[in-house]
């Protein structure tokens, strides 16, 4: 596939998908550094985290819908589980999401056997989930980008960033309404990421599969085009 419009569209994917997981490395720089300084690491210490979250929500406040720290059973000395998890409504601080652990209740959030969670525990490299429906905190279509922190081998958990996926086709709505032929962002399963479609919503499944096909580096993402279905001029 080559086709200049193709190609802008995966550059502006990279260049949107770098710039969240900078600013999750961020997190997980200051997530290491509180674990080492820590002689037994507890849920007061990931206070020392939280200055690196909210500059993520703040430094990308028109991107990130929440962002956080994820540990992983046992990591603690205090706590079995734990969601350092603080989401950030429009014009207004930080809020912390309050989430039910405990394995008793019947709204235990299980977060263990979540993909954004298992998958980079399981390849110890960084994941993109979504777009999926958020029942749990937005009930909105959500893309959810991870990446596992470990010292000397131990899995400490993930840190993550949510991005709602109205908000990242947006962020790309330049590049795709230039082009004359559909464009459209899937993921691993085909549903779309985003498009310059009218026809296919985000997180609907493409109708048929594609005959073009340009999967892109760094993410679980593809590219595909389609020649008879015109873009729209704006979205």
Request: hydrophobic residues 45%; glycine residues 8%.
């Amino acid at each position: 596939m080559s086709d200049r419009h193709v190609d802008q569209v995966a550059d502006r994917v990279h260049t949107i998908v770098a710039d969240i997981f900078d600013s999750l490395d961020r997190i997980l720089g200051s997530v290491v550094a509180c674990y080492r300084a820590s002689g037994s690491f507890a849920c007061a210490d990931l206070a020392g985290v939280r200055p690196e979250i909210f500059a993520c929500l703040s430094r990308a406040h028109d991107v990130v819908a929440g962002a956080g720290v994820i540990v992983a059973p046992g990591v603690l000395a205090d706590r079995r589980r734990w969601l350092e998890w603080w989401q950030a409504p429009p014009e207004q601080d930080p809020i912390f999401l309050d989430v039910d652990l405990d394995p008793e209740s019947l709204d235990f959030y299980d977060y263990t056997h979540a993909e954004w969670f298992a998958v980079p525990e399981h390849t110890r490299r960084r994941h993109i989930v979504g777009p999926y429906v958020d029942y749990g905190g937005t009930d909105t279509y959500m893309l959810t980008f991870t990446a596992p922190a470990e010292v000397n081998g131990r899995f400490l958990g993930v840190v993550g960033a949510d991005v709602r996926a109205a908000t990242f086709e947006a962020l790309l709505l330049g590049v795709l309404a230039a082009s004359p032929t559909t464009i459209t962002l899937v993921n691993g399963e085909d549903r779309v990421v985003a498009t310059n479609s009218p026809r296919l919503p985000a997180g609907s499944l493409l109708p048929q599969p594609a005959p073009h096909r340009l999967p892109l580096t760094g993410s679980p993402w593809s590219i595909v085009t389609t020649t008879g279905d015109r873009a729209i001029s704006s979205l």
